[in-house]
């Protein structure tokens, strides 16, 4: 029989064995990293299933054809703007191994910078970049315009890292309008908090989908919230994004703004500084006379804003500028309404200029000058703050002389024409200058401009065209879906049909300013250059569109352009280039062009494979070459082809002092190589060969295959002493043409 167990007393029971110190410490970090756990998978996860997006201010470009390079990213805005729409900043694209010989500039601010209120080829940015081109011819210039509209110093020290690991050459920025009201500003609607540590730190989160899923979220419930129980904010931007209107001078509100904007703009200049990174910071302008105060308040110790502009109209009224001058400038600090930024922020700049070592861009300095009275107005504004046509060429020029002056591109190489020469050859249309009339006046019937705007008549609802291309600015401006590029080469298209191929030209100009890296653009625009005689320019933009594609016809033309030139092997190259990409039914017209050429050149054994292949083509018509002549000068572009033609009208009348006033007024209009080469021989004429050399040297590349024109170069450097580089030019006019009936002569004269 089994003996029964012994029941044991509860006292007796065996104590649990305690959780070692050391076990205790993992189950805790167990603990503590679970949520971390989960919140990485959940990140990879939402970035498995593409939810969110990448905020990144560059992404590689997956546009077939330009993988080599980065853009900025379209979809920045998203980072910043909550609740209301952004802008995408301008298409501006750059390599991602940085070639030599390259000088990288990024581009900084918000509306004034991205152009507004016109498109993207009168960003000054745009006409700065060619600036520097001219200027220092062999450069490679890549000018990176990152503005967005309505973003503030915030959004400028997020972006300063993500620049600096681009290698930069240089940063240029012009920002400070939007201190208040832009994002994240103390008076915007789309702001977070006052704390500007929470602010930075909330940006920083910004870059991770969990966060990004999160913030969609309250903010979500917070707009539901917040429609049930308020009506919804209608009109322009300009004041949907204001939540806190009116901010005294001095007031708490605007000295936190002050405080955030310095410590904003120190961060980004003392990053910049510890890269040895050059930044040209611009002083902000503003529409001091031609703008009335958008709102007024009288305090115990601030007379309002509206009391003071009178007077400063008063002022100028009667002759005293100096006095209209400064109250002009402490009505427009008093505005309330800030939409105009301080004379505190151009003291900052300064401020910050001198500490960090940067270049300040006097841009204050620069308006006040070119305006009459030293009084900015509606000379260079549109409205408060945004250049007109002028002001943007006036910006672009102040940019120039600040970099050209800092010397971080070494000497300047070759100087630039005037701002008035670049305005009158710029891409720059009546469609241009329609659109942004247009949205300026939508802009100007709702508030600020006017105290209430629901009383205002809707422009875009009682406005009438006048005719085609008023008609289609209108639609663009009306309708968000309208694009511009669209209407443009539609404008081209009816001016190329109604026979102006100059119009079409203008268009075409323009689309290329606006999409600067679109081949298509350069080609449409060299098309109507050849028509119109300009073959310097046209050979140019061909030559450009190889950058970003290939093309059979770019380079057919090209051959065909030097060809016509006399640069024999270039148009070789060029034309067998073609031939290879050439469709079939092409082929013969380039091989005949192709063996004209090698005819021309000499190369016998090349032409005659070149003719069998044309006899096997039954394409014998291209074998009757037409004997070799220089015809190059025959092509007069239209810009000043009147004063040209009649010049040499003058000068066959021996009337060579008129012929030169004549050609020299027309270089103003536009520097042709014929009116450059006709001043040279002009000045030979006359006999002061100093003159006659400098115009002969400036366009010797556009005419060294010309045998008449190193003739006379090599004149003039006898007639001037200079034998050695006469010697050069002889030794170029012999291996160019060793049957030139002169040659015995100008040898014996050189020995």
């Known amino acids: ?242 939540a806190n209107a009116d901010i005294l ?14 410590q904003n703009m120190s961060e980004v200049l003392n990053h910049a500084a510890k890269k040895g990174v050059p930044v040209f910071y611009s002083e902000m302008v503003s529409n001091i006379n031609g703008m009335e105060p958008f709102n007024s308040m009288a305090t115990d110790t601030l007379e309002a804003a509206a009391d003071v502009y009178n007077r400063a109209r008063l002022a100028e009224a009667d002759g005293d500028y100096e006095s209209a001058f400064n109250l002009y400038y402490r009505a427009k600090d008093l505005d309330c309404l800030r939409f105009r930024a301080s004379e505190d922020i151009n003291q900052i700049i300064g401020e910050l200029t001198k500490k960090y070592n940067a270049y300040k861009v006097p841009m204050l ?39 050209a002056a800092s010397g971080v591109l070494g000497e300047q190489r070759k100087q630039i024409p005037s701002r008035e020469y670049y305005k009158n050859n710029w891409g720059v249309t009546d469609l241009d200058r329609l659109l942004a009339h247009h949205r300026i006046q939508q802009l100007m019937r709702h508030w600020p401009f006017v105290k209430d705007d629901s009383q205002s008549v809707s422009y875009a609802q009682t ?61 449409d625009a060299a098309s109507s250059l050849l028509q119109l005689s300009d073959l310097p320019r046209a050979l140019n933009y061909y030559l450009r569109s190889l950058e970003f594609e290939e093309s059979f016809f770019a380079r057919f033309r090209i051959g065909e352009i030097y060809l016509i030139k006399g640069d024999l092997s270039s148009a070789i190259k060029y034309f067998e280039q073609a031939l290879d990409l050439a469709p079939e039914d092409r082929k013969p017209n380039v091989m005949g062009k192709l063996y004209a050429a090698l005819v021309y050149n000499n190369q016998n054994e090349q032409a005659k494979t070149i003719a069998g292949a044309l006899e096997a083509a039954n394409a014998r018509q291209f074998l009757q070459v037409p004997p070799r002549k220089y015809y190059f000068d025959d092509y007069i572009p239209f810009q000043t082809r009147d004063q040209v033609l009649h010049a040499q009208t003058l000068g066959a009348a021996n009337r060579t002092n008129e012929a030169i006033d004549v050609l020299l007024a027309s270089m103003n209009i536009y520097r042709s190589h014929i009116a450059g080469r006709l001043l040279a021989e002009f000045y030979l004429e006359r006999k002061e060969p100093e003159q006659a050399r400098r115009w002969f040297v400036e366009y010797y590349e556009q005419f060294r295959f010309d045998p008449a024109y190193l003739h006379s170069m090599i004149m003039v450097n006898l007639v001037l002493e200079q034998r050695n580089d006469a010697a050069q030019l002889f030794q170029e006019l012999k291996q160019l043409d060793p049957n030139y009936p002169h040659l015995k002569i100008l040898s014996m004269m050189l020995s």
């Open 1 to 242: 029989m089994a003996k029964a167990k012994k029941p044991v007393k509860k006292s007796e029971k065996k104590p649990a064995q305690a959780i070692s110190p050391g076990r205790q410490r993992v189950f805790k970090l167990i603990a503590l990293l679970l949520p971390i756990v989960f919140l990485i998978m959940l990140e990879v996860l939402l970035r498995l299933f593409g939810y969110g997006g990448n905020l990144k201010l560059f992404i590689p470009n997956e546009v077939e054809g330009y993988e080599k390079y980065m853009i900025v990213n379209p979809e920045i805005g998203r980072k910043y703007f909550q609740k209301l729409e952004y802008t995408s900043p301008a298409n501006d694209i750059f390599l991602k191994k940085k070639p030599e010989n390259t000088f990288r500039v990024f581009v900084m601010g918000s509306s004034v910078v991205y152009g507004f209120p016109y498109d993207r080829n009168i960003m000054f940015s745009r006409i700065l970049h060619q600036q520097l081109e001219d200027a220092w011819p062999g450069k490679r210039i890549e000018m990176v315009n990152t503005s967005i509209t309505a973003i503030n110093s915030f959004t400028l020290r997020d972006f300063i890292g993500q620049i600096l690991a681009w290698s930069p050459d240089a940063i240029l920025i012009y920002e400070g309008h939007n201190e208040f009201y832009g994002a994240f500003g103390i008076g915007s609607n789309e702001t977070m908090s006052r704390n500007r540590s929470l602010v930075k730190l909330h940006l920083w989160f910004m870059d991770f989908r969990t966060y990004q899923m999160f913030r969609q979220g309250i903010t979500s419930i917070a707009m539901k919230i917040a429609r049930a129980g308020a009506e919804k904010t209608t009109g322009t931007l300009m004041k949907r994004i204001v």
């Open 249 to 262: 001078l001095h007031s708490n509100e605007y000295n936190i703004t002050m405080r955030h904007y310095r």
């Open 365 to 403: 300095d620069h308006f006040n000058e070119n305006s009459p009275n030293r009084l900015i107005g509606n000379n260079y504004m549109t409205e408060h703050v945004h250049p007109n046509i002028e002001g943007n060429f006036l910006m672009a020029e102040a940019f120039f002389n600040a970099i």
């Open 463 to 523: 406005y009438r065209t006048r005719g085609f291309v008023d008609s289609l600015a209108f639609n663009v401006m009306r309708n968000p879906s309208l694009d511009l590029t669209t209407a443009r080469v539609q404008l081209a298209s009816r001016y190329e049909k109604i026979g102006r191929p100059e119009l079409a030209y203008r268009e075409y100009e323009a689309l290329l300013r606006m999409n600067p890296y679109i081949a298509e653009n350069y080609r």
